[in-house]
């Protein structure tokens, strides 16, 4: 448990009673329901074998927010394993009140335990509140640059071809 100026966090694995919370909070806090997404991540981290974690916050016995992360080992031409944090989400009502961070905290010990000392996280550019709550937890730009390609579009025309 961490404490805070406005209780305590109570930070536990997440549940697949959780997944309407989860669902409502993200909707609450991109604007979009993501169900399918969360019903599959949430099948893959909790009944899927590999090693997965998903954590749940709450404060004052009101779900205040959760994490999903994964571990690899030998991704990315890497040779150590490497953690991926794949969302974190607090409740608006919450944001502040060290929810994130005891969320992080404890995904820090559970990957410690497990050997890894890596973990990477994608955020947008323009997500400056994002970027910054990243910044305050010690996450630095990393030396890997993240490529998009619009599958939609047409090919672009190649000097060599």
Sequence with gaps: MNETTSGT??????????????????????????DDYFRVKLQQNLVE???KVSLAAETDGAFAGFLLARVYYGEF??????????TIDVHPDFRGRGVGSALLDQLRLNLSGLGV?????EVGWDDLTLIGFFQHEGF??????????????????????
């Design 9 to 34: 966090v109570v930070v536990r694995n997440l549940r697949p009673a959780d997944l309407d919370a989860v669902i409502a909070l993200d909707a609450k806090n991109t604007g979009h329901r993501r």
């Design 49 to 51: 074998t590999g090693i």
């Design 77 to 86: 031409g890497q040779t150590e394993p490497v953690a991926v944090l794949d």
């Design 117 to 121: 000392t890596s973990l990477r996280t």
């Design 140 to 161: 630095r730009p990393g030396a890997r640059l993240c490529l998009d390609l619009d599958l939609t579009g047409p090919r672009p025309e190649r000097a060599d071809a």
